[in-house]
């Protein structure tokens, strides 16, 4: 049973009436605030990767050859061995960091086709979003949702560099609670 389900209905006075399926004031707290905290990660995403797009020359996407920027100090995993990139939430945003020696947060990092890309979070009640745009180079596509309890791993698929979003939510904080960052993915190889 979805415990998010509404129902409304109109007594005789007129007057609405919504009852939450599955009962309780305090699930459709909790069904509210999963909302709200859903549409608050969307529009930092939005908002992030629209910065990203138009910052230009600041990342390595805009280099001529971007792959010829990728060696073993910042290539992640491989066909055989899974890559793990850590998302956090941050004092001044969202952070990702791929699971590399020395790896800083943001940074640009390789991945060669076809490896494994565990998106994580190392933090306890965070949840993330990480979202390539319009192109997402890996299988399945589209946004990759996550959080605390909830790895989420795709396939490199398409080579090229790549600029995305990072959004984090601590769960049950008003203030403050989402922020976002931007960093950049080259996948190198074929397809």
Not at 82 to 99: E, H, I, L, M
Not at 142 to 169: E, H, L, N
Request: positive net charge; contains cysteine; charged residues 15%.
């Amino acid at each position: 049973m979805d415990l998010c389900h509404l129902t409304q209905s109109a007594d005789r006075s007129g007057l609405l009436k919504v009852n939450l399926l599955g009962g309780g004031l305090m699930k459709s707290h909790k069904c509210i605030e999963r909302r709200f905290t859903s549409l608050i990660m969307l529009l930092l995403l939005l908002a992030g990767f629209a910065k990203a797009q138009s910052l230009g020359s600041k990342y390595a996407c805009s280099e001529p050859d971007p792959a010829q920027m990728c060696n073993t100090a910042n290539t992640c995993g491989s066909p055989s061995f899974a890559c793990t990139v850590d998302v956090k939430r941050t004092s001044d945003g969202a952070s990702t960091t791929a699971s590399i020696p020395h790896a800083k947060s943001n940074a640009a990092f390789c991945v060669k086709v076809g490896t494994t890309v565990t998106w994580k979070t190392t933090s306890k009640d965070i949840g993330f979003l990480i979202d390539f745009g319009p192109g997402s180079p890996f299988a399945p596509s589209g946004v990759i949702t996550g959080g605390s309890d909830r790895f989420v791993s795709v396939v490199a698929t398409k080579p090229g560099c790549y600029k995305y979003s990072a959004g984090a939510c601590r769960s049950g904080e008003i203030y403050g609670m989402c922020g976002s960052g931007n960093a950049e993915i080259i996948i190198i190889g074929t397809n």
